[in-house]
């Protein structure tokens, strides 16, 4: 099993995964709030160069020489919310306060990848995207190393019948919002959870990108999931159900 562990940096804690112990990684809390992760990569390895993305809820996938190439969008950074490494001593953050940061690192290449995956980054496959670009960069399947990071859990995340299917459409290759429900609710060990109020549902999204992860033929000891929901974790994560601030925790991880 992959183990989770606790860290310090100078007595504020952060997350680390075994799956991914070859890279310089983590996945911080909100006790490192406001600081940015140009700051954030002295935790991690402080002679990495630094980048991050305007987050827009899609599936765009960028390299550090795509973000340097791009004209600059609001506060100077590019759009997308997905970054993928092209040289040793690229560290690649994402910030999430309930949506999912994935980070993925390559045995044999040694790049990695950092992505925020909420439901609508789900529903349109943005770990499948990384992925097929990873693949393009010579990747193989086997070799890659996925940990899912601290976000809301299935328990505690109530939505509409529609974003589910929605979000279910990326995984079940139904038409109709009924019967891709339904197909959810049949897999083994289901990312839909019933919910009191019957127009709505429970809905795991990490669940859901493991399940896109296994069609594509990725086994599950290639991926850890943290142990940890943002909204039942006060004490460690913002989260934006629970609170309803625009405040972050920041994952990253540095490519070797």
Not at 197 to 225: C, F, H, M, W, Y
Request: aromatic content about 8%.
């Amino acid at each position: 099993m992959h183990t989770w562990h606790w860290h310090n940096w100078q007595g504020i804690p952060y997350l680390s995964c075994s799956i991914l112990e070859y890279w310089h990684h983590g996945f911080l809390t909100h006790h490192f709030w406001p600081r940015s992760p140009q700051e954030l990569t002295k935790v991690l390895l402080p002679e990495a160069s630094v980048y991050r993305l305007k987050q827009v809820h899609g599936n765009t996938v960028l390299t550090p020489q795509e973000i340097d190439s791009m004209s600059r969008g609001e506060d100077n950074l590019a759009e997308a919310d997905g970054l993928i490494s092209e040289q040793p001593l690229q560290a690649l953050w994402v910030a999430s306060a309930d949506c999912t940061p994935v980070l993925i690192g390559d045995v044999k290449t040694r790049r990695v990848a950092a992505l925020h995956a909420g439901w609508r980054g789900t529903a349109k496959k943005i770990v499948p995207q990384a992925i097929a670009q990873l693949k393009a960069q010579g990747s193989q399947l086997d070799d890659l190393r996925i940990a899912m990071g601290p976000a809301i859990a299935g328990e505690v995340y109530q939505v509409s019948l529609e974003v589910a299917a929605e979000v279910g459409a990326s995984i079940i290759p139904h038409e109709d919002e009924n019967s891709i429900i339904k197909a959810l609710y049949e897999l083994p060990n289901s990312p839909l959870l019933v919910d009191p109020n019957p127009t709505k549902v429970r809905l795991d999204v990490r669940r859901v990108n493991a399940l896109q992860l296994e069609s594509l033929g990725i086994s599950a000891e290639q991926v850890a999931i943290a142990p940890y929901c943002t909204y039942q974790t006060p004490e460690h994560f913002f989260s934006y159900r629970r609170e309803q601030e625009k405040k972050v925790q920041w994952s990253g991880i540095v490519s070797g």
